[in-house]
């Protein structure tokens, strides 16, 4: 399941932020990493990974340069053990489609 939480908004965006999205941002770690950063949870809730995976913990944001691409890939490999090798390279397949139409 995916949810997406609004936070850091600014001027007349700031009441679209969901309440309490700014302290599970922080609870998470991703209170510096800056937008997008994905947390992956167990269904416990529990925090499997987030995308603070690059060098000198790094967030990767929305993975457009190939070594973040690679490293989304990873988490995916870590954290959906359902999910088949190809079903990750079609995800792959996808960033870098966008990313070359950047």
Do not use: C, H, W
Request: hydrophobic share 40%.
């Amino acid at each position: 399941m995916l949810v997406k939480l609004d936070v850091m908004e600014r001027g007349d965006k700031k009441p679209l932020e969901n309440p309490g999205a700014d302290a599970f941002l922080k609870k998470m770690g991703g209170e510096k990493s800056g937008l997008p950063f994905i947390v992956f949870l167990d269904k416990n809730g529990k925090k499997l990974a987030d995308s603070n995976v690059l060098p000198g913990g790094n967030n990767i944001g929305y993975p457009v340069a190939s070594e973040e691409i690679k490293a989304f890939d990873n988490l995916l490999g870590k954290t959906a053990p359902r999910m088949t090798a190809a079903q990750r390279a079609q995800i792959a397949g996808y960033l870098k489609e966008k990313a070359a139409r950047r």
